[in-house]
């Protein structure tokens, strides 16, 4: 790769220090404080009654699905005061902002003038109201009519030299009637090419779980929370990204699970919780949530998890049947003596130096595991984004197969899953790699020829782009550049585009890198009525555990010229294919049932969806592992024991390994403010945590200006101006925000197998800020 990655302060990559203020990090999460931000989000967005209004019908039976996150809602009672957190409540505040961009709002404001703008300025600025334009070598986006905004899309579709020449991307707030129109419309068009965001989020987990348990989805469900022994969080921050997942934990241990919580930092959310719609929460007392915190290195967490097999098996040699499910073993799995000659070839002291924890704990793990058999283990973005993720996660799979805990009640795998509807998407079949019969359904239902190529993820689009092959990006939401890798490559190759397309509720950084031409075309968000020929419609969205149920938008839209998703899919595909479609846009562009229809004719699990989406709380897709039915690999009606490897992971003395996360205040690249309340950083996302032993060693100390380098591929790549702040945090790791530190990810650092950017892991070096000449 070229000298491209010179990097100068830019329009995808700047570099403002506001002014950062440290305070202890907190021990427990929510509580008044979480009550006191959600409000005052409200205000600042100018919506205190409009928001109220719409947060009572949130997550509710017959309101609307929570635009945030995908943990799911309780299947019975909901409460009337609220089932909504925090960070529901900011989302929402962001999305239905009284604050307006008009075309004179752009007609002020250059592209180059709003990029030098922090994320956050740029995300404040208010909804978009109309379809906006970019003319080539223009400056300003300019207002543009739908129809002329169609047009030119299917101009510059049909001007490709083949489909493959054009990459649609999702985010994953897309309705699943959006979604499958959306992909019914790229493979008549001709291509697979549909990246998405899971792409770089639990893509690992669906390869990982297809493989050895048949189903790349979560097996548990809520209520399994309440009636079960042990409880792992690993790789994930709950209190922050799910945290209704904190009322679940909460109640789980009032019944008695304990809780294990695997995170090279004591993240507020694992370790206490004051809930703040009981009475005792709000008053200070809450609970203490993990019973055993592990402070794994990053990327330590393989040989943790071997280690505390290896302790188990020692358990289990000492009173044989006593510990591993040899029952479960024997009809269920393959493959388990080849993993327990494999397991006992490493040594607990070896692991155990491996993850950075100590054998004492490791032992403690395994004593809480041994004579239990109920155990739910969830999972994020700090195991799904490592090179060995699949690895990792198959690993898990490991430990719950010995002690026969999937597909029991109380026991199983839990993805935590990010976008609200993202797993929703994959079900609709916004897939790059989709089967053949899954294309073979809408073949006979539809009667044209699916392409059957695999098409391009999101790193492959990427590349695919910088090489000129791919010219016509669309995004059907989302912020493409900024949540993708290795910012500067990615910048150049979305600059070489003829075309770039967002459907987008906000502006975002992503409509400042563009093609040669691009549109930014305003769409409907979660919260908004849906008004289709006079009547209000439901559109509908499937949680992490795979319920799907509807959602009903119920605020007056921004503006009289927003279009839903659903509708300007159906008008491209009728502007770009016109006679060529055999399929009936015109049934689909205004009728969410007929849309229904299609979905229950090709789907499976989607039969009668008309009926079922209407009844209270939704319905559950099929399920095989929760049912205890199995597939793997390597067998058609058992799960399957994997063997991996432990990571040597080495780093030079200059050398760190850095993580890059989520704050407290943001939704991904929206910045809803400048606050990491949980770890005690205010007024500054350009952070880098650092262990003190590490800081001394460097001669740094709290508060130095430092710059970040990653040499993969023999790029230099930086992201300058960043403040140290001294943390609670294993020796040579470190951690900070995306999207700022996405410039340091190369794109060749991703996940074996999935493909996904192994953003969790990103070797850097660190050296004192200099100033630019
Ligand atoms: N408020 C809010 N909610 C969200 C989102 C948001 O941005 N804001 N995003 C949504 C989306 S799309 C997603 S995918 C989810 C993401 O939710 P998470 O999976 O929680 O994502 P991250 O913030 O990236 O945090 C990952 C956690 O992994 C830890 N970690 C890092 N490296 C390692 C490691 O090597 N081992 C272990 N064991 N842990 C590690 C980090 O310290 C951090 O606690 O949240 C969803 N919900
Ligand atoms: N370094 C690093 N990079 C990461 C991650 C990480 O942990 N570390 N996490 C990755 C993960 S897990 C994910 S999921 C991706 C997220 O990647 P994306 O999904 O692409 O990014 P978002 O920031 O969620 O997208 C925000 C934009 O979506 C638009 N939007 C919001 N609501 C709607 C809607 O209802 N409809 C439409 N059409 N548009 C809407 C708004 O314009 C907003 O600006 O980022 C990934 N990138
Ligand atoms: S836990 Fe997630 S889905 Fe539920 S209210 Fe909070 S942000 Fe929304
Ligand atoms: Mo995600």
Redesign the pocket.
């Known amino acids: 790769m070229e000298e491209e990655h010179e990097q100068q302060p830019s329009a995808e990559n700047p570099e403002k220090l506001l002014n950062l203020e440290v305070k202890p990090a907190k021990q427990w999460a929510a509580g008044i404080p979480a009550v006191m931000a959600a409000l005052s989000d409200l205000k600042e967005e100018h919506i205190p009654f409009r928001g109220m209004k719409a947060l009572l019908k949130m997550n509710q039976k017959g309101g609307f699905d929570c635009p ?3 943990w799911p809602d309780p299947d019975d009672e909901r409460s009337p005061v609220g089932e909504y957190c925090e ?1 529901g409540a ?2 929402l505040a962001e999305e239905a902002t009284a604050k307006k961009l008009t075309a004179a709002f752009f007609a002020e404001n250059s592209v180059a003038g709003l990029a030098a703008l922090t994320d956050y300025e740029i995300g404040k600025k208010g909804r978009l109201t109309e379809p906006m334009y970019m003319p080539k070598g223009g400056t300003h986006y300019q207002p543009i009519s739908w129809d002329d905004a169609f047009e030119k899309i299917a101009g510059h579709l049909n001007a490709l030299g083949s489909p493959n020449e054009a990459a649609f991307y999702t985010s ?1 707030r897309t309705s699943n009637e959006a979604s499958f129109v959306y992909q019914l419309f790229v493979r008549e068009f001709g291509t697979n090419n549909m990246p998405d ?1 899971s792409n ?3 893509e690992t987990s669906g390869v990982a779980l297809g493989d050895v348990i048949g189903l790349g989805k979560g097996s548990v469900t809520l209520e399994d929370f309440y009636d079960t022994d042990v409880i792992i969080i ?5 209190g ?4 209704r997942m904190m009322s679940a934990l909460e109640k789980g241990k009032r019944k008695g699970a304990q809780i294990i919580a ?4 004591p ?1 507020a959310g ?1 370790m206490g919780f004051r809930n703040p719609q009981h009475m005792d929460g709000v008053l200070g007392h809450g609970a203490k949530l993990a019973d055993l915190f592990l402070q ?6 393989m040989a943790l998890l071997k280690a505390i097999e290896l302790a188990l098996y020692e358990a289990e040699q000492k009173s044989p049947g006593w510990v591993f499910d040899r029952d479960f073993i024997a009809k269920h799995t393959v493959g388990y003596d080849e993993f327990i000659r494999r397991l006992k070839t490493y040594r607990m002291e070896d692991l155990a130096a491996a993850s950075a924890v100590s054998v004492n704990e490791i032992r403690e793990a395994a004593e809480m595991m041994q004579d239990k058999k109920r155990i739910i283990v969830c ?8 090179k060995n993720g699949v690895d990792m996660l198959k690993e898990i799979v490991n430990l719950l197969l010995l002690k026969g805990s999937i597909g029991i009640q109380g026991g199983g795998v839990c993805p ?4 609200s509807n ?1 797993q929703g998407n994959r079900t609709m079949l916004i897939d790059e790699k989709p089967t053949n019969e899954q294309l073979d359904r809408l073949q006979a239902h539809f009667g044209f020829n699916p392409p059957r190529d695999h098409g391009y993820d999101v790193v492959k689009s990427i590349k695919a782009m910088h090489e000129g092959k791919v010219k016509v990006f669309f995004g059907m939401g989302g912020n493409f550049l900024s949540a993708t890798p290795d910012t500067t490559f990615t910048a150049a190759a979305m600059r070489k585009l003829k075309l770039s397309v967002y459907v987008s509720t906000k502006l975002n950084r992503g409509h400042l890198v563009h093609g040669e031409e691009a549109l930014i075309l305003p769409t409907l968000s979660r919260s908004d009525i849906d008004l289709v020929n006079g009547e209000a419609q439901f559109i509908s969205t499937e949680n992490s555990m795979g319920v799907v149920q509807s959602s009903r938008g119920m605020l007056k839209p921004i503006s009289d010229n927003l279009l839903n998703e659903t509708h300007i899919a159906c008008r491209m595909a009728k502007a770009t294919l016109g006679k060529r479609s055999v399929v009936n846009w015109d049934l689909f562009e205004n009728n969410y049932d007929a849309v229904r229809d299609a979905i229950a004719a090709c789907i499976p699990g989607f039969e009668d969806y008309n009926l079922k989406v209407r009844h209270p709380g939704g319905f559950y897709l099929p399920n095989g592992p929760r049912e205890g039915k199995f597939k793997s690999t390597r067998s058609e009606s058992r799960a399957e024991f994997s063997l991996t490897d432990v990571p040597l992971n080495e780093l030079a003395d200059d050398e760190y ?1 850095m ?4 704050t ?1 205040d ?3 690249t ?1 910045i ?1 403010g400048l606050e990491d309340r949980y770890r005690g950083i205010k007024n500054e996302r350009r952070v880098v945590f650092m262990n003190p032993v590490d800081m001394k060693k460097a001669g740094l100390v709290e508060g130095d200006k430092v710059d970040l380098f990653n040499y993969d591929d023999g790029v230099e790549r930086v992201a300058r101006l960043f403040v140290v702040v001294p943390y609670s945090i294993p020796e040579k ?1 470190t ?1 900070t925000y ?1 999207p700022e530190t996405n410039v340091l990810v190369s794109i060749n650092n991703v996940v074996d197998e999935s493909n996904m950017p192994a953003s ?2 990103v070797v850097i070096k660190i050296k004192k800020h200099i100033p630019r000449l």
């Open positions: 945030s996150c995908a960070n900011k989302a994953g965001c770089m989020c639990h690993i790789g994930h921050n709950p922050t990204n799910a945290p695997i995170n090279p930092l993240e694992l794994v290195r990053i990327n330590g967490d999972w994020g973005m700090g195991l799904t984004q490592q935590v899953r990010g976008h993202v390994a993580a890059t996360t989520r407290h943001q939704f991904n929206t809803y790791d951690v995306f969790k892991r």
